[in-house]
C-alpha cells in the first residue's frame, strides 16, 4: 500500500491546490495519512508572503526527511518559486522534487518519474515571463464538510510594496467559466451546500468579451443544490455601485465581505502602493450597506509599517472606528525580502509594532462584539457543521450568513443542515446561542 502526506502552508489558495495534490495522489492509488506518521511519499505546499513563512516551509521540508529518510519529498508552491528563481536547486531544499505555481497538476507524473530515474528534478516555469497559461487545477471532494473553495482565477498585478506574490504568482489569469461551473456542479452533488470563491487577487477575474468576476457570481447562484456563495477577499475598487446593485439580486450571497485595507491612513496606502484611497475605501462599505442590510464587513490591517508615524496610526484607529468593521486580521508588518518596503527608510522596533497591534486587537474585538450584539433577536439562517464541546456540554456549531458562528443542543445530527431561527445571546465572546424557530429536518 502505497502512503502519501500532505502539508499545506499558506493562504485558501494554497488549501485549494492541496487538496486537488491530494486528490490526484488518491487517483494513483495512494492512501492520504497524517503528516505526522510515516509515508513513502510527503508533499509540502510552501508559502512566501514573510521571511518566517520560507523558514516554516524549510523547516516541514526537513521534517519530512527526518520522518522517512528514503520517502520521496516534494516541496510545492510559492517558496519554491521564489527560491528557484534565486537560484536555488533541489539539493538546497533537501527534498527530491521541487514544483512551482503553474505545475502542480503534474505532481503524479513526476513523482513516478523520480522512483525510475532517482534523479533530484526542479519543475519550475519562469512565471514572470509575460501572462502564463491558467493552470487547470479540478477537484471534487468526497462530502467531509459543508463548505467549499472554488479557485476561480490566479496571479496579481498590483505589486504592493510589501507583497512578494506577484512575483511567486505571476500576473493575473482567470480560470473557465464552464470549467469552474463543471466544479461547483459536482460539488453540489457531493453534498456541499457552500461555496467560496476565491483567487490571489480574486476581483480581477477577467475574460475578454465573456466575463467578469460578477458574471461568475451569477452563474454559480443558478448552480440546485448549492445554498450559499461567499466571495473571497475583495478589493475595495470592486463595490462600484453597478456591482453592488449587481449582487444585492442574488438570493445565495452570504451579506458578509471581506474588504482588504492594510491602512487607514492615505500617507501610508500610498507607500504601500496600495492602489486606492481612504475615501473609496468608505465610498465602497457605504455602498454594500446601502444594498445589503447591516452586512458583516472585515478587514485586514497592517501596523507599523516603515514610516508609519504616529499620527498616520491613529488615523487608522479613527477609520477603523468610523467603519465599524465586524472583525480585523491584524498583523504586525514584517520584512519580506526582495520587497521594496523592505529597504524602505523607517522601520520599526517589534515593541512599538507590538504595542500598535495590541490596541488595534483590542478595538477589532469591542467592534466584533457591537456587531455581534446587534444579531440579538434577528432572523438567520445556519448552516451546521460539527458537534463540539464547549464547557463541558455537547454543542452543534454552524455559521449564519454574516459569518456569525453560533450553538445549540440538539440530539440530532444537524452535520450540513441549514436551519432559520434567531440568536439569543452570548455563549461565549465569539460563539452566540441559537433557537430554531421550527425544526425541519433537510
Request: proline share 3%; glycine share 6%.
Amino acid at each position: 500500500m502505497k502512503k502519501a502526506a500532505l502539508h499545506n502552508l499558506g493562504c485558501k489558495v494554497n488549501a485549494y491546490e492541496t487538496e486537488v495534490m491530494e486528490q490526484l495522489l488518491r487517483d494513483d492509488g495512494y492512501t492520504i495519512v497524517p503528516f505526522s506518521e510515516e509515508a513513502d511519499v510527503y508533499v509540502i505546499n510552501t508559502c512566501s508572503v514573510t521571511n518566517i513563512a520560507d523558514r516554516k516551509s524549510r523547516q516541514m521540508i526537513r521534517r519530512a526527511k527526518s520522518k522517512n529518510p528514503d520517502a520521496i519529498v516534494v516541496a510545492a508552491g510559492c517558496y519554491v518559486q521564489t527560491a528557484t528563481m534565486a537560484g536555488k536547486s533541489p539539493e538546497d531544499f533537501d527534498c527530491d522534487i521541487l514544483i512551482g505555481n503553474n505545475e502542480k497538476h503534474r505532481l503524479v507524473e513526476e513523482i513516478n518519474a523520480f522512483r525510475i530515474s532517482c534523479r533530484k528534478e526542479a519543475l519550475i516555469d519562469d512565471i514572470n515571463d509575460g501572462v502564463p497559461e491558467y493552470e487547470e487545477l479540478f477537484r471534487i471532494l468526497p462530502k467531509e464538510h459543508t463548505r467549499a473553495f472554488v479557485k476561480i482565477q490566479d496571479g496579481c498585478n498590483q505589486f504592493c510594496s510589501y507583497c512578494i506574490i506577484p512575483y511567486a504568482r505571476g500576473r493575473v489569469r482567470s480560470r473557465d467559466m464552464e470549467s469552474i461551473l463543471s466544479e461547483v456542479r459536482g460539488l453540489a452533488q457531493n453534498g456541499f451546500k457552500e461555496v467560496v470563491l476565491t483567487g490571489i487577487h480574486v476581483t480581477s477575474y477577467h475574460i475578454p468579451e465573456e466575463a467578469e468576476f460578477i458574471d461568475v457570481i451569477e452563474a454559480v447562484e443558478q448552480i440546485p443544490g448549492i445554498e450559499r456563495i461567499r466571495l473571497g477577499s475583495l478589493e475595495p475598487q470592486v463595490c462600484t455601485e453597478e456591482f453592488c446593485k449587481r449582487l444585492s439580486a442574488l438570493k445565495k450571497v452570504c451579506p458578509q465581505f471581506h474588504l482588504s485595507m492594510q491602512s487607514g491612513c492615505d500617507a501610508t496606502l500610498l507607500r504601500m502602493n496600495r492602489k486606492y484611497d481612504t475615501k473609496g475605501f468608505e465610498e465602497g462599505c457605504k455602498r454594500l450597506r446601502t444594498y445589503f442590510a447591516d452586512p458583516a464587513i472585515t478587514t485586514d490591517v497592517i501596523v507599523g509599517f516603515p514610516g508609519e508615524t504616529l499620527e498616520e496610526f491613529d488615523a487608522t484607529v479613527d477609520f477603523v472606528q468610523r467603519i465599524a468593521f465586524y472583525e480585523m486580521h491584524v498583523f504586525k508588518y514584517s520584512k519580506r525580502k526582495g520587497t521594496r518596503a523592505a529597504e524602505m527608510e523607517g522601520q520599526l522596533s517589534e515593541g512599538e509594532k507590538e504595542k500598535r497591534s495590541a490596541k488595534l486587537i483590542a478595538l477589532g474585538n469591542e467592534l466584533a462584539h457591537d456587531f455581534r450584539s446587534r444579531q440579538i433577536q434577528r432572523e438567520c439562517a445556519v448552516l451546521f457543521e460539527e458537534e463540539t464541546v464547549i464547557d463541558g456540554e455537547n454543542y452543534w456549531t454552524g455559521f449564519t450568513e454574516k459569518y456569525v458562528r453560533v450553538a445549540v443542543r440538539s440530539d440530532k445530527n444537524l452535520k450540513n443542515t441549514l436551519h432559520t431561527g434567531r440568536i439569543t445571546g452570548f455563549l461565549k465572546p465569539d460563539i452566540m446561542t441559537f433557537e430554531f424557530f421550527t425544526f425541519e429536518e433537510n
